[in-house]
C-alpha cells in the first residue's frame, strides 16, 4: 500500500499518516522532516530530492504527507495506490494549526524537522489563510484529482475523516 497526503497547512496530514502508517504497519516520511533544517532554514532542494528517491525507492510500502509540489511530485502521485487530500476550510486548518501549537509550543514535534520547534506566527497564518490558497495551488490539487480519478480522496471536513477511518478499520 503506497498512500500520499496533500492539502492545506493545519489539515491534520501529519496525524493521518501516524495512523495509517500504524494500522497499515508501513513507513512514513513526513516531508517536513526534510523541508526543513534546525532554526527553520530550508533544506537544499537538491538533497530532499534525492533523500525521497532514496525513501521511495528504499520501501515497497509507504504512507507520505506533504505537498512540495517540486520534490518528486509527479512520481509519488503515479506510484501511489491512494492520494488523500485534505481540503479543510482555511478558518478550519486555522484552529488546528493553533491547537497543535498550544499542544507543542515550545517542542519539536515528531513530523517537524529537529531543531525546528512548534510556531504561531503572523507568517503562518497568512500562509494558513490566504498564500497557501492562491490559484496556482487550488489548480494543483484539482489537477491531481483529475489525473488520477480512482485513487483521489478529497475530505472536506472532521467528519469525512473520521467516517474514512472507520471504514478503513
Same mark, same amino acid.
Given at each position: 500500500?503506497?498512500?500520499?497526503?496533500?492539502?492545506?497547512?493545519?489539515?491534520?496530514?501529519?496525524?493521518?499518516a501516524e495512523n495509517l502508517a500504524r494500522y497499515y504497519s508501513i513507513p512514513k516520511?513526513?516531508?517536513?522532516?526534510?523541508?526543513?533544517?534546525?532554526?527553520?532554514?530550508?533544506?537544499?532542494?537538491? #538533497?530532499?530530492?534525492?533523500?525521497? =528517491? /532514496?525513501?521511495?525507492?528504499?520501501? $515497497?510500502?509507504?504512507? *507520505?504527507?506533504? %505537498? &512540495?509540489?517540486?520534490?518528486?511530485?509527479?512520481?509519488?502521485?503515479?506510484?501511489?495506490?491512494?492520494?488523500?487530500?485534505?481540503?479543510?476550510?482555511?478558518?478550519?486548518?486555522?484552529?488546528?494549526?493553533w491547537k497543535r501549537y498550544r499542544r507543542y509550543k515550545g517542542r519539536v514535534r515528531?513530523?517537524?524537522?529537529?531543531?525546528?520547534?512548534?510556531?504561531?506566527?503572523?507568517?503562518?497564518?497568512? #500562509?494558513?489563510?490566504?498564500?497557501? =490558497? /492562491?490559484?496556482?495551488?487550488?489548480? $494543483?490539487?484539482?489537477? *491531481?484529482?483529475? %489525473? &488520477?480519478?480512482?485513487?483521489?480522496?478529497?475530505?472536506?471536513?472532521?467528519?469525512?475523516?473520521?467516517?474514512?477511518?472507520?471504514?478503513?478499520?
Amino acid at each position: 500500500m503506497k498512500i500520499v497526503i496533500i492539502g492545506y497547512s493545519g489539515s491534520g496530514k501529519s496525524t493521518l499518516a501516524e495512523n495509517l502508517a500504524r494500522y497499515y504497519s508501513i513507513p512514513k516520511l513526513h516531508m517536513d522532516t526534510l523541508q526543513f533544517q534546525p532554526g527553520w532554514i530550508d533544506s537544499d532542494r537538491d #538533497w530532499m530530492e534525492k533523500e525521497m =528517491r /532514496q525513501f521511495l525507492s528504499d520501501h $515497497r510500502d509507504w504512507v *507520505i504527507d506533504g %505537498n &512540495y509540489s517540486w520534490c518528486c511530485y509527479e512520481e509519488r502521485m503515479e506510484q501511489a495506490d491512494q492520494i488523500i487530500f485534505l481540503n479543510f476550510s482555511r478558518w478550519n486548518c486555522l484552529f488546528r494549526a493553533w491547537k497543535r501549537y498550544r499542544r507543542y509550543k515550545g517542542r519539536v514535534r515528531e513530523s517537524m524537522a529537529a531543531g525546528c520547534p512548534e510556531r504561531f506566527d503572523w507568517e503562518f497564518i497568512r #500562509w494558513i489563510l490566504w498564500d497557501g =490558497r /492562491q490559484a496556482r495551488q487550488v489548480t $494543483r490539487y484539482q489537477t *491531481i484529482g483529475q %489525473n &488520477y480519478p480512482d485513487k483521489f480522496l478529497s475530505l472536506k471536513n472532521q467528519k469525512e475523516l473520521d467516517e474514512f477511518l472507520k471504514n478503513i478499520q
